[in-house]
């Protein structure tokens, strides 16, 4: 609910930009520890150990704009601007190419999953488009 401020007798509802303001204020007012235990990855030392590289299966040299995990697989993306985006398995040791897309005259800026990961968007360097 908006919160409401007195003027001269009127009552004025804040917008939202406003209480988004305000709640940026508020919290840079205070002082204390932010940040709360993570309920997903266990306490302590991660272990990391190098892989093949997920772009191995890319033959083009062009620069990759995107790199998105899949929210629900084991599935890379890789995107550029060579009009391509790349699906290849991220199992860290082969990581196989699972299919190309190329989009004729669409650089990729950015490319992603749907939340639900059964699509893709792309947008693209020189036009206002979203592609599906």
């Known amino acids: 609910m908006p919160r409401e401020e007195y003027l001269i007798g009127h009552k004025r509802r804040k917008s939202a930009d406003e209480e988004s303001k305000e709640d940026e204020d508020d919290l840079l007012q205070r002082a204390g520890n932010f940040i709360s235990a993570s309920t997903s990855l266990p306490g302590g030392i991660l272990k ?22 899949h ?56 036009s206002k488009a979203l592609c599906r």
């Open 48 to 69: 990391m150990k190098n892989c093949r590289p997920a772009s191995a299966e890319r033959t083009t040299t062009a620069q990759i704009s995107s790199v998105r995990l």
């Open 71 to 126: 929210p629900g697989a084991q599935v890379v993306m890789l995107s550029g601007v060579d009009n391509a985006i790349l699906l290849c398995q991220g199992d860290g040791k082969t990581n196989p190419k699972i299919q190309s897309i190329y989009l004729g005259k669409f650089p990729i800026f950015k490319a992603c999953f749907s939340a639900n990961g059964e699509d893709l968007l792309a947008t693209s360097v020189h």
